[in-house]
């Protein structure tokens, strides 16, 4: 059984950059999309992008200009970047392996609250 | 990019009654790239039905899915107490490239 667990500071300051890492256990980090997904408290969810083993990612449009992922295969590891934080990206991010074939999310991470705050 | 509308917002009902959830989309979605998901608060979501119909590992079968091009539909035949929660459709698509949108969500409260 996968597991995905997410880690990285709880708050962050506004204009720095937020950073999380997700690891995978109970299995390979390869063979899947590797996805972050956020949700301000009492909202919906909205996908921030994607990484694939080899590196290769797609970004939300609307995130595109501040998100960088990245991803250590030795770890069992992916990691989210986001730059110029304001308090809009207040949230629960959670990771999710997403299905190579059919894009769905079958594993998630209990998520983390990251508050960007002075 | 596609935009997933899901209605009714809540959805009240009682335990034993049948709840039908809709997603629309703005655009064609490939049943393929179709999904449900059950959020209850405090936990993440879990996959209920992927490929618009097929029902996730371990999921009861009085959930069903169904749909094809801008309309998909989640059905829970029986409301059990466990299935009060928020549910999310979520599409993959090819606008733009890649690209992968969630429904704004439908809350199933007791009535």
């Known amino acids: 059984q996968v597991q995905l667990q997410e880690s990285g500071p709880g708050l962050v300051k506004p204009s720095e950059t937020l950073s999380l890492t997700c690891t995978v256990s109970?299995?390979?980090?390869?063979?899947?999309?590797w996805s972050w997904i956020r949700q301000p408290a009492g909202k919906g969810l909205e996908w921030i992008g994607r990484?694939?083993?080899?590196?290769?990612?797609n970004y939300n449009p609307s995130l595109k200009s501040r998100v960088t992922m990245s991803v250590d295969t030795s770890k069992n590891q992916f990691s989210l970047k986001l730059s110029s934080v304001t308090a809009a990206d207040t949230a629960v991010y959670y990771c999710?392996?997403?299905?190579?074939?059919?894009?769905?999310?079958?594993?998630w991470g209990q998520g983390t609250l990251v508050t960007v705050s002075s | 990019e596609i935009v997933l509308t899901q209605s009714p917002g809540t959805l009240s009902l009682s335990p034993g009654e049948r709840a039908t959830l809709s997603c629309r989309a703005s655009?064609?979605?490939?049943?393929?790239?179709l999904a449900w998901y059950q959020q209850k608060p405090g936990q993440a979501p879990r996959l209920l039905i992927y490929?618009?119909?097929s029902r996730a590992t371990g999921i009861p079968d009085r959930f069903s899915g169904s749909g094809s091009g801008t309309d998909f539909t989640l059905t829970i035949s029986r409301l059990e107490p466990e299935d009060f929660a928020v549910y999310y459709c979520?599409?993959?698509?090819?606008?733009?490239?890649?690209?992968?949108?969630f429904g704004g969500g439908t809350k199933v409260e007791i009535k």
């Open positions: 999710a392996s997403e299905d190579s074939k059919l894009h769905y999310f079958d594993y």
């Open positions: 109970g299995g390979s980090i390869s063979s899947y999309y």
């Open positions: 990484i694939y083993t080899s590196g290769s990612t």
């Open positions: 655009q064609s979605v490939s049943s393929s790239y």
């Open positions: 490929g618009a119909s």
């Open positions: 979520q599409q993959y698509g090819s606008s733009p490239p890649g690209g992968l949108t």
